[in-house]
């Protein structure tokens, strides 16, 4: 029901940034998760799982500025809340279906984040704050090989010194198991519109992935290919990425 956590880890936001880059099916997280989680921080967070883990929510206080960085650039903190729900049992934190069978698993969650960094002077642009408040949700469904899921972001951003900005995005997500826990193919579409001060500046990733698991996440082979395309420089990039990973 109840936990206290406290250290440099991921704070809760944003489900792909909190699943392990290992238990992921493509080779890395989407743009529009690299942009709005940022993933640990220093911090205390109080969290729990009660009604036989149908809830998990969690609560904490941040420094605010990122792995690794122990001090705080000012006087107040990041705070951030996630809950889940989950009816049907724990959907684990693991891209591609390998726990439902018979039954379906199905979790859906909302979140928020409030932060204000000071932001250092460069060149002939004078020292400013931003203050971002991001809310988001996510939704995941896995069942019988199927993996489904999709998340969303929206930022509000605060400044004294230049103008306020909006910004949000979209990720969404499919694997399929063509065999039984070995062979799966995945898609992914993600859409990120990184101000609304600009028009037609919005980054678009698609993707496709082939994944061969020897022993489930731990033991795989990922190939995957996405487009990258950057309308404000309009610039259209391939990639192709193969990646062999043994964990223990």
């Avoid at 099916?25 to 109080?46: C, H, K, P």
């Avoid at 069978?101 to 199905?106: A, D, G, K, N």
């Avoid at 984040?113 to 931003?130: H, L």
């Avoid at 949700?137 to 993996?147: H, M, S």
Wanted: net charge negative.
């Amino acid at each position: 029901l109840f936990q206290l956590k406290a250290g440099q880890y991921k704070v809760p936001f944003g489900r792909q940034e909190l699943t392990s880059s290992g238990n992921q099916e493509f080779v890395d997280r989407s743009i529009v998760s690299n942009e709005f989680a940022r993933g640990r921080d220093i911090g205390v967070q109080l969290w729990g799982t009660p009604l036989g883990n149908k809830l998990d929510w969690r609560v904490g206080l941040f420094n605010g500025n990122g792995r690794t960085v122990s001090r705080n650039d000012n006087d107040t903190f990041q705070y951030n809340a996630r809950l889940t729900w989950q009816p049907l049992g724990d959907v684990r934190y693991s891209e591609g279906d390998f726990e439902s069978s018979e039954r379906p698993l199905f979790a859906i969650a909302g979140q928020y984040e409030s932060n204000e960094r000071a932001v250092a002077a460069s060149g002939t642009t004078p020292a400013d704050s931003a203050d971002r408040e991001f809310v988001g949700g996510d939704v995941v469904f896995k069942y019988r090989g199927l993996f489904v899921f999709g998340e969303f972001f929206d930022a509000t951003t605060e400044r004294q010194v230049a103008s306020d900005f909006d910004s949000d995005g979209f990720n969404a997500q499919i694997g399929y198991f063509i065999g039984p826990q070995k062979l799966e193919i995945a898609g992914r579409y993600a859409v990120l519109d990184p101000s609304s001060d600009r028009d037609d500046d919005e980054r678009e990733e698609r993707g496709l992935a082939l994944n061969y698991f020897f022993n489930k996440h731990p033991h795989k082979l990922q190939l995957d290919y996405r487009q990258l395309e950057n309308k404000a420089t309009d610039r259209e990039d391939d990639e192709v990425r193969l990646q062999y990973q043994l964990s223990f």
